[in-house]
């Protein structure tokens, strides 16, 4: 079993950047497809991220493409999710995931994910 903490969520006026850290611990995750979703207030949790375990490619919810990266340090356990631009809408708590495979016809879907971070609170002001 993974274990998943983020860190790096914040306060952030609209235009800024933010860096979240996902770091998993209890066994490798390094061949664990990784992502990112998003719950705002009264919203269904959203994909946001995702980052393969093998090949490294990443894929993107369209609401953030060209503004987000994700990226992973597998000597570090760690995940990131670098956010620029940020606007009002992304205000969100931000959750990490992981799973040992997720097939990219479901990968926007949470139930995919068997892992979960506790989240962090990213808020934007305008």
């Known amino acids: 079993q993974v274990q998943l903490a983020e860190s790096g969520g914040g306060l952030v006026q609209a235009g800024g950047s933010l860096r979240l850290d996902c770091t998993a611990s209890?066994?490798?995750?390094?061949?664990?497809?990784m992502a990112w979703f998003r719950q705002g207030t009264g919203k269904a949790r959203e994909f946001v991220a995702l980052?393969?375990?093998?090949?490294?490619?990443?894929y993107y919810a369209d609401s953030v493409k060209g503004r987000f990266t994700i990226s992973r340090d597998k000597a570090k356990n760690t995940v990131y999710l670098q956010m620029s631009s940020l606007k009002p809408e992304d205000t969100a708590v931000y959750y990490c995931?992981?799973?040992?495979?997720?097939?990219?016809?479901?990968?926007?879907?949470?139930?995919?994910?068997?892992?979960w971070g506790q989240g962090t609170q990213v808020t934007v002001s305008s």
């Open positions: 209890g066994r490798t995750f390094n061949n664990y497809a």
């Open positions: 995931a992981g799973a040992r495979v997720v097939p990219m016809s479901t990968m926007k879907e949470h139930s995919s994910y068997e892992n």
């Open positions: 980052i393969s375990g093998i090949t490294g490619n990443t």
